[in-house]
Nanobody
Framework: QVHLVESGGGLVQAGGSLRLSCAASGRTFSSYAMGWIRQAPGKEREFVANISQSGGSTYYADSVKGRFTIARDNDKNTVSLQMDSLRREDTAVYYC??????????WGQGTQVTVSS
């Protein structure tokens, strides 16, 4: 069992930055790949980024590549998403998730990111 709690969302102007954090409970954190998914109002959930168990491999959606950076700290059981050059279309609820065998097994409650023009 992994319990995930996101933080760091908020309101930011276009072109600005935010850093999301996800704190995980449990002693098996390092056995999970971790990821971020977002959902904008009226839209389906969208993949944002994943990071491997060791942190050595990262994957990004084309829409955020070069602007967002995912990282993890296995000693602190945390994963972060640094979001730079934010755009209005990045407005969404962002969810942290723990991934095992390709399945997003655990989800946080989500944190709202709103980008204004």
């Amino acid at each position: 069992q992994v319990h995930l709690v996101e933080s760091g969302g908020g309101l930011v102007q276009a072109g600005g930055s935010l850093r999301l954090s996800c704190a995980a409970s449990g002693r098996t954190f390092s056995s999970y790949a971790m990821g971020w998914i977002r959902q904008a109002p009226g839209k389906e959930r969208e993949f944002v980024a994943n990071i491997s168990q060791s942190g050595g491999s990262t994957y990004y959606a084309d829409s955020v590549k070069g602007r967002f950076t995912i990282a993890r700290d296995n000693d602190k059981n945390t994963v972060s998403l640094q979001m730079d050059s934010l755009r209005r279309e990045d407005t969404a609820v962002y969810y942290c998730n723990a991934v095992r065998f390709g399945i997003r097994a655990y989800w946080g409650q989500g944190t709202q990111v709103t980008v204004s023009s």
